[in-house]
């Protein structure tokens, strides 16, 4: 086991395919080692986040029950030091600039280019 050992991921998304797709972009060599836990809307992220304390979450904007920037916001009131990732099909500037306000570490716009996915994945855990 080498230094990824201790990597988890909590990746929500109501969409079982958008998931996997996340999942699949993140480079083998972290996602060997690494733990990867999913959910599909804000409240079981909230739910998964208390129990995993995950080092990064991926978290999608429009899902049933509760919403990713519900989600958000509820996750930074837990831990300030939370990394969230905001993945939206929503490409508006104004909800661009709205979750990074509220902390998340970063916005990535469906569909999700591989490239800046790994990029910014690997400015925020290593
Ligand atoms: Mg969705």
Same mark, same amino acid.
């Given at each position: 086991?080498?230094?990824? &050992? +201790?990597? *988890?991921?909590? *990746?929500?998304?109501? &969409?079982?395919? &958008?998931?996997?797709?996340?999942?699949?972009?993140?480079?083998?060599?972290?996602?060997?080692?690494? @733990?990867?836990?999913?959910?599909?809307?804000? =409240? +079981?992220?909230?739910? $998964?986040?208390? +129990?995993?304390?995950?080092? $990064?979450?991926f978290?999608?904007?429009?899902?049933?029950?509760?919403?990713?920037?519900?989600? $958000?916001?509820?996750?930074?009131? $837990?831990?300030?030091?939370?990394?969230?990732i905001?993945?939206?099909?929503?490409? =508006?500037?104004? @909800?661009?600039?709205? *979750?990074?306000?509220?902390?998340? &570490?970063?916005v990535?716009?469906?569909?999700?280019?591989?490239?800046?996915?790994?990029?910014?994945?690997?400015?925020? *855990?290593?």
């Amino acid at each position: 086991m080498g230094k990824f &050992s +201790e990597i *988890v991921f909590l *990746v929500i998304d109501d &969409s079982k395919i &958008s998931r996997k797709w996340l999942i699949e972009m993140i480079p083998p060599k972290i996602l060997e080692h690494a @733990t990867i836990i999913e959910g599909t809307n804000g =409240q +079981e992220a909230i739910d $998964l986040y208390k +129990e995993h304390q995950p080092d $990064l979450v991926f978290m999608d904007i429009t899902m049933p029950i509760m919403n990713g920037i519900e989600a $958000l916001q509820a996750i930074k009131a $837990l831990n300030n030091d939370a990394m969230i990732i905001m993945i939206s099909a929503d490409r =508006q500037k104004s @909800t661009q600039e709205r *979750v990074l306000t509220l902390g998340a &570490s970063a916005v990535l716009a469906k569909p999700v280019n591989a490239d800046e996915f790994r990029a910014t994945l690997l400015k925020l *855990v290593f």
